[in-house]
């Protein structure tokens, strides 16, 4: 389930393809994909979401598409996951349907518009600083306790976790926790398995 554990946020690594990282870090045991990507065109985009789609189907994992609900769709992820300035999730679930919706949130009032409008889980940070994405000032791991207590649907913190700070952020209340370049940096199927066995240990 994306909301419990470990969920890798497709990133570049050390120059490595794509799909090399993410057999990696299924290999390893991580069971959902994030497929962020910013800069390539669209039609490559759903080419990529078309091949994770199979990787992910072989190993039983979940994919969730950043921005695109469209292409999320069409590849038959498991949901789309939005930013504060993508598609509003009214009409992300015209598109979506039962698929799963997630919404990155910065703070408690954007948490709490999530949750009333029928995100199904929220992405919540940064939690520490972070180089992987610019997303304001860090939050802090007493503020997702403060979103646990506000909202109803699962918290997935995001930004800077480390396997050094993975456990304030479970202890704090995190259903899950999304990583990128702690997982990256170094033996990625070292690192993968790492949050893993900790994660599946801790929650």
């Given at each position: 389930?994306?909301?419990?554990?470990?969920?890798?946020?497709?990133?570049?690594?050390?120059?490595?393809?794509?799909?090399?990282?993410?057999?990696?870090?299924?290999?390893?045991?991580?069971?959902?994909?994030?497929?962020?990507?910013k800069i390539l065109p669209?039609?490559?985009?759903?080419?990529?979401?078309?091949?994770?789609?199979?990787?992910?189907?072989?190993?039983?994992?979940?994919?969730?598409?950043?921005?695109?609900?469209?292409?999320?769709?069409?590849?038959?992820?498991?949901?789309?996951?939005?930013?504060?300035?993508?598609?509003?999730?009214?009409?992300?679930?015209?598109?979506?349907?039962?698929?799963?919706?997630?919404?990155?949130?910065?703070?408690?009032?954007?948490?709490?518009?999530?949750?009333?409008?029928?995100?199904?889980?929220?992405?919540?940070?940064?939690?520490?600083?972070?180089?992987?994405?610019?997303?304001?000032?860090?939050?802090?791991?007493?503020?997702?306790?403060?979103?646990?207590?506000?909202?109803?649907?699962?918290?997935?913190?995001?930004?800077?976790?480390?396997?050094?700070?993975?456990?304030?952020?479970?202890?704090?209340?995190?259903?899950?926790?999304?990583?990128?370049?702690?997982?990256?940096?170094?033996?990625?199927?070292?690192?993968?398995?790492?949050?893993?066995?900790?994660?599946?240990?801790?929650?």
């Amino acid at each position: 389930m994306y909301f419990r554990g470990v969920c890798f946020i497709s990133t570049e690594c050390s120059g490595l393809p794509l799909f090399d990282i993410i057999s990696t870090v299924l290999r390893s045991g991580v069971t959902c994909i994030q497929y962020r990507e910013k800069i390539l065109p669209r039609r490559e985009i759903y080419r990529n979401a078309v091949t994770l789609r199979e990787l992910t189907l072989t190993f039983d994992a979940t994919l969730i598409i950043n921005d695109h609900a469209d292409i999320a769709l069409a590849v038959d992820a498991d949901g789309v996951h939005l930013g504060q300035d993508d598609l509003p999730l009214k009409e992300a679930r015209k598109i979506m349907g039962k698929k799963i919706i997630g919404i990155s949130t910065h703070d408690l009032v954007q948490a709490r518009e999530a949750d009333r409008r029928g995100a199904d889980y929220i992405g919540f940070g940064p939690i520490f600083p972070t180089i992987t994405k610019e997303a304001g000032a860090p939050k802090g791991v007493d503020n997702i306790r403060v979103i646990k207590e506000n909202v109803s649907i699962p918290v997935v913190a995001i930004g800077g976790i480390t396997l050094d700070t993975l456990a304030s952020v479970i202890d704090a209340g995190a259903d899950a926790v999304a990583v990128a370049s702690a997982i990256c940096n170094g033996d990625i199927a070292v690192n993968a398995e790492q949050f893993v066995r900790f994660c599946t240990k801790n929650y």
